[in-house]
C-alpha cells in the first residue's frame, strides 16, 4: 500500500512538499507517480519516475516548478512542489506501477497500487 502525506493550505508563491511511504510491495521495482484531481476534472499525471534509472516524466503544467524524487532505501516518494499557484489546488495521489517505463506512463490506467490522497489547496 501507499501512505501520502504534507498536503495543507499554501499561498500562492509558497511550497509544499509531498510524501509517500510504501509498504507491502516490493518498491524498487516498481515506477511511481504523483496524479492530481481538482473538483470536475480528470486525474492526470502531474509527475512520474522511473525505478532505479532516474528517468522523470513531468507535465508541462509543473515543469521547472516541481521536483520527484525516490529513496528506494526508505520505500519512500517525495515531491516537492515550488512557486505554487491556485490551479495546482487538487487532491494529490501517489501511484505504483509494474509495467515499465514508456511512453504512457503518466496515463493514471497504467498504475497498480494507489494512495489514499492528499488534499493540496493554493490561495490567491
Known amino acids: 500500500q501507499l501512505q501520502a502525506s504534507g498536503g495543507g493550505l499554501v499561498q500562492a508563491g509558497g511550497s509544499l512538499r509531498l510524501s509517500c511511504a510504501a509498504s507491502g510491495f516490493t518498491f524498487d521495482e516498481y515506477a511511481i507517480g504523483w496524479f492530481r484531481q481538482a473538483p470536475g476534472k480528470e486525474r492526470e499525471g502531474v509527475s512520474c519516475?522511473?525505478?532505479?534509472?532516474?528517468?522523470?516524466y513531468y507535465a508541462d503544467s509543473v515543469k521547472g516548478r516541481f521536483t520527484i524524487s525516490r529513496d528506494n532505501a526508505k520505500k519512500t516518494m517525495y515531491l516537492q512542489m515550488n512557486r505554487l499557484k491556485p490551479e495546482d489546488t487538487a487532491v494529490y495521489y501517489c501511484?505504483?506501477?509494474?509495467?515499465?517505463?514508456?511512453?504512457?506512463?503518466?496515463?493514471?490506467?497504467?498504475?497498480?497500487?494507489w494512495g489514499q490522497g492528499t488534499q493540496v489547496t493554493v490561495s490567491s
Open positions: 501511484a505504483a506501477t509494474s509495467k515499465g517505463w514508456g511512453p504512457l506512463i503518466s496515463a493514471p490506467d497504467g498504475y497498480d497500487i
Open positions: 519516475i522511473s525505478r532505479s534509472d532516474g528517468s522523470t
